[in-house]
């Protein structure tokens, strides 16, 4: 399963390895982000609720704006 997160706040390669480090913490996730898409593309092994994933980018201080 593949999922697209749109997510704002991130500048910097620091801010890009934050938010990898947030995602691919989550059990069945693999994460990878774009700073210049301001996205991170997930392929999840097995289904994972989207409000996990949005607990934990706002955790690592982001905001998730869309999740398709």
Do not use: Q, W
């Not at 934050?18 to 982000?33: K, P, S, T, Y």
């Amino acid at each position: 399963m593949k999922k697209e997160m749109f997510i704002e706040g991130m500048s910097c390669n620091h801010c890009k390895g934050r938010v990898e480090a947030a995602l691919n913490g989550i059990d069945g996730v693999h994460a990878e982000v774009s700073l210049e898409d301001k996205k991170a593309v997930l392929k999840l092994s097995h289904p994972v609720e989207d409000d996990l994933l949005v607990k934990a980018v706002t955790d690592a201080g982001y905001e998730v704006v869309e999740i398709k």
